[in-house]
């Protein structure tokens, strides 16, 4: 059969050469399918139709083995240095770096803290092919989570490598929207005290918060183990 015309194309989220070959005994143009497809090639009178048959295949084929569910993607990123208490000494220094667990790589930092959080609600297409490893693609779809979360797709976060996956509910979407919620208020407050030094020495003289009165608590804390150890001796 000669050769009439090839194309590479992206069939099932992989490269795929689709060559067209005529066969003059029969005056047919045929195409092989791709591997997993159970037809194993398309056939017509004219080149334009034996791609149009060869698409139809392979769209029907992938229809049919398609699993869809809703799920929620997000990527976690926290870099620090933070001292923590320690039962045997005084205190220790903990590096701390989300990357290790979830193998993002190792860029350890310890000039202060960063955190990054990225949410998004998507379908997600699981495609069965037989003899082969299935693929997974992922649709963004509308939701109620604050769009300060959405990935960027200039970091190429949109490729979802990176991401955890949960599956979507009421409850977990709620969870990220409280989530994205919390963190705006923080940021907004953050950015209204430390825009200048004016603003930190008022926020200070004031006896405002950021996030309570963590020494309060602290005390609040010990108060109750003192009445427990207390209670107990009786």
Same mark, same amino acid.
């Not at 009439?4 to 047919?28: A, N, P």
């Not at 799920?71 to 001292?83: T, W």
């Not at 004031?206 to 108060?223: H, P, V, W």
């Given at each position: ?12 989220? =992989?490269?795929?050469?689709?060559? #067209? ?20 090639? #398309? ?19 992938? =229809? ?60 997600? $297409?699981?495609? !069965?092919?037989?003899? +082969?490893?299935?693929? #997974? ?26 991401? +955890? ?17 919390? !963190?705006? +208020? ?16 008022? !926020? ?18 010990? $108060? ?11």
């Amino acid at each position: 059969m000669a050769i009439v015309s090839k194309e590479t194309i992206y069939c099932f989220k =992989k490269e795929f050469k689709r060559v #067209v070959r005529y066969k003059s005994r029969y005056s047919k143009f045929y195409i092989k399918l791709p591997d997993g497809v159970p037809q194993e090639e #398309v056939e017509s009178d004219t080149e334009a139709g034996a791609i149009r048959l060869f698409d139809a295949a392979v769209d029907v084929y992938e =229809k049919s083995s398609t699993v869809k569910s809703k799920v929620i993607l997000y990527g976690y990123e926290v870099e620090a240095c933070i001292p923590v208490p320690n039962d045997k000494k005084d205190h220790c220094t903990i590096l701390f770096d989300s990357h290790d667990d979830c193998n993002f790589g190792k860029t350890f930092r310890d000039d202060g803290i960063t955190l990054s959080l990225w949410v998004q609600a998507c379908e997600k $297409s699981e495609v !069965f092919l037989k003899g +082969q490893d299935n693929y #997974v693609s992922y649709d963004e779809i509308d939701s109620p989570i604050p769009s300060s979360l959405e990935p960027s797709s200039s970091k190429n976060y949109n490729h979802w490598d990176n991401f +955890q996956e949960i599956p979507w509910t009421p409850e977990n979407e709620q969870f990220f929207i409280d989530v994205g919620i919390a !963190f705006e +208020q923080l940021v907004l407050k953050l950015n209204s005290v430390f825009c200048d030094k004016k603003s930190v020495m008022k !926020f200070i003289s004031a006896g405002q918060k950021l996030l309570g009165d963590n020494r309060k608590d602290s005390k609040n804390a010990k $108060s109750k183990n003192t009445k427990t150890n207390a209670s107990r001796s009786r």
